[in-house]
């Protein structure tokens, strides 16, 4: 059975019973009730962690961006990671690493309201209609709730808002940014048109389906935009598609590079050596030497176009290959262990067994993941 069909199936008013039969291995059944009520799915919000022996490093991991504009009781993806940063604070953490990676993006407004967390006030990120003059949405809460050192992870599927995060961090020199050599890539902003709504009650042939229109582009606040450039890393960690062409720039027609008046003026940045440092240890470090290796394995993959059709060279290929692969098993996992904590003593106690069980389960990711490993390092030698 299909999960919507599931779906649809285990769905009803809040406060009801549903009740699922079970048969299990040996053939019996039985009937298991639920009570129906609303389902947050907690690895989708803001989280955090403390890293190190020491506990002073601080961790936010930000999946996607969430808000619901039309319930004010609904959870916010900013006042969410205000309330991480609030909690880590508390507990003395003194440097702080920020979690972008995979987040495809979401509310403007929210991105706008989470970079601002990081600095005073001003703008955050500028944006442009066709035919219109450029407009600046900016922070006007004043003051920082994090004012520490910062480091924000990225990877190649870090895209939109959380581009426009990343982006005015780095302009303001708020954060150093860590990951992949550019973020997705995508300066543009969409609406939705439905076709069945445009049309009216009166035509009858439907569902028309809908039409995704590009309204809009964003740029940075330095003038320049994350369109097809993305946000480039102070420190490029290896990756394992990093030979692979990813991102905006590979799709049909993307809109160009072009460039908008600045919103602010910056002094140049004053050079920072311990970028430098982690750049060397990068390079000379035989796990992420290994990830490259595989990058270009992938890419050696990819371009073989022909297959053997004799039936014999065939399997005999597909087998070799599959043992080329077993030699790349976990391949992101590190061989140092990283000390991970609950954000403040006793929070397993507020948590019911489920998400305890789910928190230990992202605990031990984190244990071995090799990049927050290095972002780790990276950010203990950022001056306070």
Known sequence: MSTNKVVTKVRGKKGTEVRLTVRKKDGTEKVIPIIRDIVEIEATFARSARLGVDGKTGYIRLPKFYVDFYDDNNRNCADDVKKEIEILKAQGVERLIFDLRGNGGGSLPAAVDIAGLFFDKGPVVQVKTSGQRVRSYDDRAGGAVWDGPLLVMVNEGTASASEIVAAALQDYDKAIIV???????????????DLDRAAGPFYGDKPLGALKLTIQKYYRITGGTTQLQGVES?????????????????????????????????????PKPYLK????????????????????????????TLVPLHY?????????????????????????????????????????????????????????????????????????
């Not at 102070?234 to 720039?249: C, F, N, S, T, W």
């Not at 027609?253 to 140049?268: C, I, M, R």
């Not at 077993?326 to 507020?350: C, H, M, N, R, W």
């Open 179 to 193: 990951g992949t050599r550019q973020t997705f890539g995508k300066g543009t902003v969409q609406n939705m048109l």
């Open 234 to 270: 102070d420190v490029v960690l290896p990756h394992p598609y990093q030979e692979i062409p990813y991102g905006e720039r590979e799709l049909d027609y993307p809109l160009a590079v072009d460039y908008v008046e600045p919103a602010v003026q910056f002094e140049p940045k004053e």
């Open 312 to 384: 014999t060279a065939y399997f005999a290929r597909e087998e070799a290959a599959e043992t080329e692969a077993e030699a790349f098993d976990d391949l992101l996992k590190s061989t140092e262990v990283l000390p991970i904590a609950y954000a403040f003593p006793g929070q397993e106690s507020t948590l019911d067994s489920g998400k305890v069980t789910e928190y230990t389960r992202w605990f031990k990711g984190l244990s071995t993941d090799m990049y927050l490993g290095e972002a780790y390092r990276i950010v203990g030698e950022m001056p306070r």
């Open 277 to 304: 440092t982690a750049q060397k240890r990068i390079a000379e470090n035989p796990e992420f030497a290994r990830i490259s290796e595989y990058a270009l394995w992938l890419k050696s993959q990819q371009d073989q």
